[in-house]
């Protein structure tokens, strides 16, 4: 009359497994949000199309970086974000020290000799960003467009 249904056994059993099964899947999930890509792209793309002479910045919650001309990508703890660029293609200075001073706001003419050194130092940016890789991520995305003589440029800094 208290026995135990002979099937009883069966459903612990099930219950433990399925208990496996979710703290399993529970400390696989990711521990913190993918980075915000197109809220980065949003900063770009708003100075790239100004008409003038402008600057952003935004804040980078992500470890590793790849940007290209016409895109970026973050990257967190195995999280990865993508968002392309609407006003392009833009100049990533990459490891050029000054386009990145550019970048940041010192004038052309200060960190550069002439504006044929200016102009040669942006198409050799293009063309390594076109190969661009992960790389390690600032703790902010800076945004410069700027004209000297016929060079119209924007420069993105990470």
């Not at 056994?9 to 703290?23: E, P």
């Not at 002479?53 to 967190?76: K, M, N, W, Y």
């Not at 044929?116 to 467009?145: K, M, N, T």
């Amino acid at each position: 009359m208290f026995d135990a249904p002979p099937d009883a056994w069966y459903t612990w059993v099930a219950v433990a497994l399925a208990s496996v099964a979710v703290a399993g899947v529970a400390t696989e999930l990711p521990s913190e949000p993918a980075p915000d890509a197109p809220a980065a792209a949003k900063t770009v793309d708003a100075v790239a199309g100004s008409t003038y002479a402008s600057a952003a910045a935004h804040p980078l919650d992500a470890d590793r970086i790849r940007l290209e001309p016409d895109r970026l990508a973050l990257r967190t703890d195995g999280e990865t974000s993508h968002a392309t660029f609407a006003f392009g293609p833009v100049v990533p200075v990459g490891g050029d020290a000054a386009l990145a001073r550019v970048a940041r706001g010192v004038p052309p003419g200060r960190a550069f000799d002439s504006l044929a050194a200016f102009r040669e130092a942006v198409v050799a940016a293009r063309e390594r960003a076109s190969d661009a890789d992960w790389g390690p991520a600032a703790d902010r995305l800076v945004v410069r467009h700027l004209e000297w003589g016929e060079v119209d440029v924007t420069l993105v800094d990470a």
